[in-house]
């Protein structure tokens, strides 16, 4: 599904290097301490970061070259995932058509999607009029709608409280499952790693590790990543 | 899109009208305005010519001489209207210019004998102040007083430059002196007349730089005598102002045929309560009621152009050394 | 072999070209000029001391509208009051009379005879004088104070209401919000704005003349004139305005250069409110710095209209006329303005530094009467230049305009691009489509005061139509000057209070437009 064929990419001195493959509608969680390049990894594989080296295969297709909306790939990032001055439903809508003129039909499918991640009847308001969860909630529907094999998480729940943020994660696998996609999220807290992920990447020092199981790193951590979770 | 429309009406309008003679005069803002003499004089002259009078306004007379001179021998224009003898010089050494053959008894203070230009009309520089105040009596008394004047700047407008040459004519060699003992009179100098006279309007100064016929507009277009010129006994400098038909002109006899006209009833009788001066050829009705009130200056000044050519700039320094300090 | 990331570059050809006109424009008329002077031309000891006056005049003048700006716009960001609306919206009022109404609205208040003085005289003290660099500052200030206003407002606007919730949520003194939120942002358009006013003042000259009081206050523009019309010494002229453009020039590099980097963060669309400055004090110092500003310019407008209210019914039907005239080209040279501005403003939106907004501020530096006359030379051997009057004053009209708008856009521009690429590159958002559903929307403000100014500026605008006047087809302006020339004071008076009403009609539909986003 996706592959990172010799990945390497240089910002200043720091360098990052990748080199795995992910198996269709696997679940990813990235972890790593803070500046090991967890970000710099997903902007590299979204198209948001140059690479120096190396090439990025998703679905079977070279994309290295690609721009970030011609990869297969639906991101959401830390924060700006939607236009503050767009209704919620414009801002799905966006997912379907960037010119956003869209058919009956389409308009009915954001308002689907927004129903779906429980926003019916919040089509017209804007981003500012809603709460942080709320915000989330359409970020997701947007995602759903765009029908992307690969779904980049750049810790877009990272703001909101632990019951929140677990309820957005099962929203996400639930997304992901119904779209046949495939899953990487950063993310900082081990549980949230158990709960919607079945396997782990480790970043550190500059090198993002092969995923492994959940269960099988959790249960005996390689000595860097013990000394990142403080057991 | 309404002005390419407009063009375009204009252009095919214009197309249709072929046969029947165009006169392109050019002239100053003021003159071609609503309650100028312009329409008045189009009209007239049309119904003497079979031929279309076009008025082509360029700010004022310096700017008319800039634009002539731009334009150069491919200008459009066939006659010039609205210099006035301070610049005569300067349009004569374009070479740009022909002879006319206007003859006519001109009522001018002064003998008038240009082959070039012909004059249309004429005034005299003054001060013009509230009629309840004690006004002096010349320059020296002017200077002495701490009244304000509002004057124009020489470089940028024609009454601005008439004074300078006013000073000249009046003092000669100390004209430097009597600017320096006039400086702390000057309020301020502006762009244009119109400022000045705004100025002085509106209270800010006690006389502005303008003409002897400006009480006249304020007694016979407002009825009110509020206004009065002050009579300086070294003699106020004239204003005359000429017309000359272009050297490359397409329509030679009807610029002559207009520059005859000039002189003549028709014309001269529509200057005084339009442009506010006086008739080069006073009209066999006389002058507007009115007119009569007007201070008559003892002596009339007036520099031949090359005079003033040959002083300007001389003064220019002067009255900038001067106003400087 | 690095590979570059694709990032969405909007009006990548667009900007510069757009940008690059101004220049080829001005170059043309430059160029123009100079081909029909008589070489070599001079420049003297007292050419040096214009430049001299005109610089020094300039630096006070900008200044002082920046530093009257500066409170006055900060009372307007945290305070709401009955007429707020109404007297941003006069914001835009000095800036787009004309030189010689303003001046005597000006004197009404400050002058020999105006009202201050017979305040004064009631005291038995003796009358202001003006005449003099103070009044040549003090007109200037009034002309151009609302301007440094309303960009500075609209900086303390870009503040994203979540730092001030941040603030208020910490307690911060008035000082400290100042030193954290506000003084970063104000480094960022102060001097953007002052360089904008010194280059309108760099090239003042009917001001300058009119209250400085004689030859001492002779400007650069004021020599040209000189050279055009009194000497008919192109060469000269060519290069007076060649030592204006680089004055200017210099002083815009100058001024954007050290615009630090800009680091903006994103926040989202809630109304702005104020947890600081609730004491009373700070209070009672706002109302001050708003009266003061609300006296300084309501006087001089209210002198305006009084005297306009007498002529109203004195003018002929011309004025009328002139007035639609003036209302299309007014219309033209804004539709102009905007296709025009908006690739500009979107390519320095994406550059990292302000340097390259110094090449709009030329358009301003340039004299119109060297333009006006470099054009006029350029089409006269093809065309009548009287069928391209109402074409030539659109343009330069957007052409003075432009650096107003590109220095009121280009930070919405920037602040759009810095929140949203990465989302726009996510979504595909490209071409029309970004404009249409991000750029637009998120500019939208600021456009409306852009367009509205433009449209303003140019229907006050005498500009370069003297030089290429069709009689038949005269501005508003033009007319009333014509009036005043015809000793019509009144008249001239009435006319002046229907251009007010107008161009602040104008301006007031545009930037209602704009604003109406807001809420």
Sequence with gaps: ?231 | ?325 | MARRARSVTVAALGGPLAAGSVFVLILVALLAVMSRADWPVTFGAADWAVLRFTVWQAVLSALCSVVFAIPVARALARRQFVGRTFLVTLLGAPFILPVIVAVLGILAVFGRAGWVSELLGLFGLPPLSIYGLEGVVLAHVFFNMPLATRLILQGWQAIPSEQYRLAGQLGLPPRTVFQTLEWPMLRQVVPGAAALVFVICLTSFAVALTLGGGPRATTIELAIYQAFRFDFDLGRAAILSLVQLVVAGTAAVLALWILPPLVLQSGLDRPLQRWDARGAPCRVLDAIWIGLAALFLLLPLSAVILSGLIGLFDMPISVWTAAWTSLWVGMLSTGLLILWALPVAAWLGQTKRGGAEAITLLGLAASPLMIGTGWFIMIYPFASPQAFAMPVTAVVNALVALPFAVRILVPGMRQSFTDYSRLNQALGLRGWPLWRIVLLPRIRARLGFAAGLTAAMSVGDLGVVTLFADPDVATLPLQMYRLMGSYRTDAAAGAALLLLVLALGMFWICDYWGRYAET
């Design chain 1, 1 to 231: 599904m996706l592959r990172l064929e010799d990945l390497r990419v240089a910002q200043g001195s720091f360098s990052l290097s990748a080199a795995f493959e992910i198996e269709k509608g696997a679940r990813i969680a990235v972890i790593g301490p803070s500046g090991a390049g967890k970000s710099t990894l997903l902007g590299a594989i979204g198209g948001y970061v140059p690479l120096d080296h190396g090439r990025v295969i998703v679905a079977g297709d070279d994309v290295t070259d690609a721009a970030p909306d011609q990869r297969g790939i639906a991101m959401l990032f830390q924060d700006g995932n939607l236009f503050p001055h767009l209704t919620l439903a414009q801002n799905v809508g966006l997912g379907l058509r960037p010119a956003l003129r869209l058919t009956a039909d389409e308009t009915e499918k954001a308002h689907v999607a927004l129903a779906r991640v429980g926003l019916a009847g919040f089509e017209g308001r804007t981003p500012g009029d809603v709460s942080g969860g709320q915000q989330s909630r359409a970020a997701l529907a947007r995602v759903l709608v765009q029908a992307k094999p690969l779904i980049l998480l750049d810790e877009p729940f990272a703001a909101l409280g632990p019951a929140l943020r677990a309820e957005m994660l099962d929203l996400t696998s639930e997304v992901a499952r119904a779209a046949g996609a495939t899953v990487m999220m950063i993310t900082h807290d081990p549980q949230d790693a158990e709960r919607a992920a079945d396997q782990v990447v480790f970043v550190d020092a500059g090198l993002a590790h092969v995923p492994q199981p959940v269960a099988e790193i959790m249960a005996d951590p390689p000595e860097a990543l013990r000394a990142y979770l403080g057991f």
């Design chain 2, 1 to 325: 899109m309404k002005y390419l429309m407009t063009t375009a009406a204009m252009l095919s309008a214009s197309a249709a009208w072929a046969e029947t003679p165009v006169l392109t005069v050019y002239t100053y803002d003021s003159f071609v305005s609503d309650w100028g003499p312009g329409p008045a004089v189009e009209a007239a002259f049309e119904a003497t010519c079979d031929c279309d009078l076009q008025f082509v306004a360029a700010g004022d007379g310096a700017a008319l001489l800039a634009r002539i001179k731009l334009e150069g021998a491919r200008s459009d224009a066939d006659v010039l209207l609205g210099i006035d003898t301070n610049l005569v010089a300067a349009a004569k050494e374009t070479g740009l210019f022909a002879p006319h053959s206007v003859t006519a008894d001109y009522t001018l203070p002064i003998e008038w004998n240009d082959d070039t230009f012909a004059p249309y009309d004429w005034g005299y520089f003054a001060f013009v102040h509230n009629a309840d105040m004690d006004a002096p009596a010349n320059f020296r008394d002017l200077a002495a007083s701490d009244l304000k004047i509002a004057i124009q700047d020489p470089r940028s407008s024609t009454p601005g430059l008439g004074l300078l040459m006013w000073v000249k004519a009046a003092y000669g060699d100390d004209a430097a002196g009597l600017w320096a003992d006039l400086s702390d009179n000057v309020l301020t100098v502006t762009k244009g007349w119109s400022e000045s006279y705004g100025l002085f309007l509106e209270g800010e100064a006690d006389m502005v730089l303008s003409y002897t016929t400006s009480p006249a507009y304020h007694l016979i277009a407002e009825e009110d005598a509020s206004k009065a010129a002050a009579a300086f006994d070294e003699g106020h400098y004239m204003q005359v102002e000429v017309a000359g038909k272009l050297a490359a002109t397409d329509q030679p006899e009807l610029a002559d045929a207009f520059l005859s006209f000039m002189v003549t009833d028709a014309f001269q009788s529509i200057i005084p309560t339009t442009n506010w001066m006086y008739p080069a050829v006073t009209p066999a009705s006389g002058l507007p009621d009115g007119f009569e009130t007007l201070i008559t200056p003892e002596k009339a000044l007036l520099l031949s152009p090359e005079d003033a050519a040959a002083a300007r700039d001389e003064a220019l320094a002067e009255w900038r050394d001067a106003l400087a300090q």
